[in-house]
């Protein structure tokens, strides 16, 4: 399973009049200049036509006359998951936990180091969510008009953290991410004592947009677009789980068991 086998098939259905996915899996990368705090610029993105990020800069593929950084897909989605890996912590702590997988724990080194196509030395993959956990980003970058935004976080306390993050990087870069009433982010992300009950939970879907806060032009005549999310929140309604668990009107197990009369 290969980059260049999955551009194989890409090209396959195309020619039938079929389109696959595009892939795209968000990594972090760390470099000198991605400690200024500047996270989103710590997203490393691998395609099948394409990697790179704003820090280190960006290559085709072999599909354009490059290489592939990462060849094989099964290395590459390990690369995109690793989050146990000194990668993703402070300075401080990535030496600490560094010394533990010397000695202790040699399993806590997940990502995938590679040569540094962009200059010397080398580059480590890691855990794409230490830059990006909902993998928002690097859709907005190219103007997908619907989003279908899982957010799959350990959220136990409807803070939204995560969504809150993007949404700071998004206004930086002039948009903003909203859901009108039903999920006030604007409230959320100053107050975080106004986080919301996850466990009574009413919208699995809500809608929202990515608009851009003041006229951005790609050209003479062209405004970049609003963007249409529609975010799905991991969180259930309790009391409806407690119901269907205590109604009469459930078969119990003795009604499923009982032969038929």
């Known amino acids: 399973h290969t980059w260049a086998k999955l551009r194989e098939l890409t090209a396959v259905e195309r020619g039938a009049g079929r389109h696959l996915p595009l892939w795209i899996l968000n990594t972090t990368v760390r470099t000198e200049k991605s400690r200024t705090g500047e996270d989103a610029a710590d997203i490393f993105e691998l395609t099948p036509y394409s990697y790179g ?6 290559m085709v593929s072999a599909a354009a006359g490059g290489t592939d950084l990462v060849p094989d897909l099964t290395r590459s989605v390990r690369a995109s998951a690793a989050f146990a890996d000194a990668n993703n912590l402070s300075q401080a702590r990535r030496a600490a936990l560094e010394l533990v997988s010397s000695t202790l724990l040699p399993s806590a080194k997940w990502g995938v180091t590679v040569s540094n196509p962009f200059g010397e030395g080398s580059l480590r993959l890691s855990d794409g969510g230490s830059s990006d956990n909902l993998g928002l980003l690097s859709l907005v970058r190219r103007d997908v008009r619907d989003i279908i935004l899982v957010d ?10 995560t969504l809150c993050e993007d949404k700071t990087r998004l206004l930086k ?14 409230q959320v992300c100053r107050d975080p004592s106004k986080a919301f009950n996850t466990s009574a939970w009413l919208n699995p879907v809500v809608p929202g947009t990515i608009s851009p806060k003041s006229p951005q032009r790609r050209s003479a005549n062209d405004l970049l677009p609003t963007m249409r999310v529609w975010l799905i929140k991991l969180g259930w309604n309790q009391s409806n789980l407690l119901h269907g668990w205590t109604t009469p009107d459930c078969q119990s197990k003795d009604q499923v068991l009982a032969p038929a009369s």
């Open 152 to 161: 799959a976080e350990a959220d136990v306390r409807g803070r939204f953290e």
């Open 53 to 58: 990020s704003f820090v280190t800069g960006h």
């Open 173 to 186: 870069a002039g948009y903003d991410l909203s859901f009108g009433t039903t999920l006030d982010l604007d």
